[in-house]
Every structure is written in structure tokens, then in C-alpha cells.
């Protein structure tokens, strides 16, 4: 599985983005997804994670509020919904999936996830 991630780009401080990612199989669905961040010279950390049917979501302290994450399983897509930006948002967001059989429990470690997104760089700046 293939994962392509997009959206990302310049936002002033209390804007909006939206990011994308599309895998390449049409069998979305017992598929988990997380978003992770890494802010120029710090490392890589969870920003929200979704379970394969949607049903449970977590979201990092940092943005609980701000973000919303979805899945669009017949899309193949998971959207991170980025609202209230701040500087501190500045970083490369990566998205990430694997296969589980619990549909509905969401992952918030990186190791635990298989497939990777390229990155795409968010940067928050008036």
C-alpha cells in the first residue's frame, strides 16, 4: 500500500489547512491511520490517530480542539482538518496506516505502523 499525502503549505497563525492522504488500495477499510508531525529539529510525534471504521479517534494534547482527522473509506482518504494554526504547528506532517483486525481501536506509536505517507510540509508563519 502506497500512501500519498498533500495539503500542506503556508498558513497565518489562526488559518486553516486541510491535509489528504490517499492510499492506493480500493480495500481501505481495516485500514488504521495516524498523523504524526516533526517540527524543524525536534522529533517525530503523533498529532491524531483514527480506527479503521472511524468509531475511535485520539487526538495529541496539542491540538485536541483544533484538529479534526476522518476517514473517507470509499475515497480510500483520511483528511486532517488543521483549524486555530499556531507557529508551534510549523513541521512536516506525515500520514501512516496498517492493517488491523480491531476495527476499532486507533495507534498512536509509530513503530506500530506499516505504511508511510512522504510528508508534506506545513508551515504556520505571518
Known amino acids: 500500500v502506497q500512501l500519498q499525502a498533500s495539503g500542506g503549505g503556508l498558513a497565518q497563525p489562526g488559518g486553516s489547512l486541510t491535509l489528504s492522504c490517499v492510499a492506493s488500495t480500493p480495500l481501505f477499510n481495516p485500514y488504521a491511520v495516524g498523523w504524526f508531525r516533526q517540527p524543524p529539529g525536534k522529533e517525530r510525534e503523533i498529532v491524531a490517530a483514527i480506527s479503521a471504521t472511524g468509531s475511535s479517534q485520539y487526538f495529541a494534547a496539542t491540538v485536541k480542539g483544533r484538529f479534526t482527522i476522518t476517514k473517507d473509506r470509499a475515497k480510500s482518504t483520511a483528511y486532517l482538518q488543521m483549524n486555530g494554526l499556531e507557529p508551534e504547528d510549523t513541521a512536516i506532517y506525515y500520514c501512516?496506516?496498517?492493517?488491523?483486525?480491531?476495527?476499532?481501536?486507533?495507534?498512536?506509536?509509530?513503530?506500530?505502523?506499516?505504511?508511510w505517507g512522504q510528508g508534506t510540509l506545513v508551515t504556520v508563519s505571518s
Open positions: 501512516a496506516a496498517l492493517y488491523t483486525i480491531y476495527s476499532d481501536t486507533y495507534y498512536v506509536n509509530s513503530h506500530e505502523y506499516t505504511y
